[in-house]
Each structure stands twice: as C-alpha cells, then as structure tokens.
C-alpha cells in the first residue's frame, strides 16, 4: 500500500514538471529571430530590436520585400498609428515612391500583408490588419496600379516584425507588408 502511494505520488509529480515545463515562457533564439536580447530569470530587456527573420522562400511563395528595420526591397512597408487603418502622410510618401516603382516594373504583382501589434483580440487585430491591407490596396489603386495585381491578407499580430512588448516594438509591428509574387 506505501509502494502504491509513493508510485502515485512520483507520477503526479512528473506530470506537474511535465506541465510546468510546457507551459514555460519561451525565451531567446527561435523561429529565426535576428537580433539580441538579455534576460535574467524571467526579466527580459531588449538591447536591440529583435528582428524575426522571414520564412525561407520556396518555389511559388513570392519574394518578401522590405521597409522597416534591417531590411531591404523595391517596396517598402508603410506603419500605422495604434488602432488605425488611416495611412499618414509619411505612409502616403512612402506608397507614392512605391506608385512610382510598380508604374516602372509593370509584369510585377504584389501581396499586402495587413499587421497589427499584440495589443487587442486576434479577431479583432485580424480585422485591423484586413483594414489596413484594403488602405494601401486602396491607395495603389487610386495611384494607377492595377487592383488585378494587387491581392490583400490579413496576419494580424501573428507575425511580428520586432518582438517587444512596449511601444518601441509595436510601432514597427503595425503595417502593411509586401510581397513581390514569382512571375
């Protein structure tokens, strides 16, 4: 009977580590990230932004572009304000130079990728990144681009440009991202 008890009481111990383990906070170098971060027992202190690396390109997924932090493209990204999908005029610049490469490389069809920062509901920033796609299809359209090249999807906050969880990481993180499509 104590054998049994103490057999019982070793495996509910294991599946409470176990748990624990799985359920820990996950923290450093993972899914591509660039950049450093330090941390001591919990506490993390971003030294620079965390840049995540964009997924491999494969045959068929089109060419990520650039415009925020570390990166570079024909296209650049344009950045909200939190909770909006209004573009600025710095974001109006920003897409009349790209107005004025796509005009120039007219075979070239595009997707916006519509971002949100991590505050809010995943449906909520789904909808906000859509919102914010649609603006700068929009745009590009108004500005003489073909809507036919242009396509729109919404990631919401699921895939951070910087990771951070304060202003100077959200505000990179809200956007419209492009990808060049393969010809």
Request: charged share 25%; with cysteine.
């Amino acid at each position: 009977m104590k054998r049994h008890c103490l057999n019982l009481g070793g495996l509910a111990i294991i599946g409470v580590a176990l748990l624990l383990v799985g359920c820990a906070k996950k923290s450093g170098v993972q899914n591509g990230e660039l950049g450093a971060t330090e941390g001591k027992m919990g506490e993390e202190t971003i030294t620079k932004p965390s840049l995540i690396q964009e997924a491999p390109v494969t045959p068929g997924a089109g060419v990520r572009t650039g415009g925020g932090p570390g990166t570079e493209g024909p296209l650049k990204d344009v950045f909200f304000d939190f909770d909006k999908a209004i573009l600025t005029d710095e974001a109006k610049k920003t897409l009349d130079a790209d107005i004025k490469w796509l005009k120039a490389n007219p075979a070239t069809r595009i997707a916006v990728e519509g971002h949100s920062d991590e505050r809010g509901t995943d449906e909520y920033n789904l909808g906000l990144g859509e919102h914010r796609a649609k603006a700068v299809r929009d745009y590009l359209v108004a500005g003489g681009i073909d809507a036919k090249r242009i396509t729109t999807i919404s990631y919401g906050e699921e895939r951070p440009f910087v990771l951070g969880h304060d202003e100077s990481a959200w505000k990179w993180n809200r956007r419209a991202h492009f990808v060049i499509a393969p010809r």
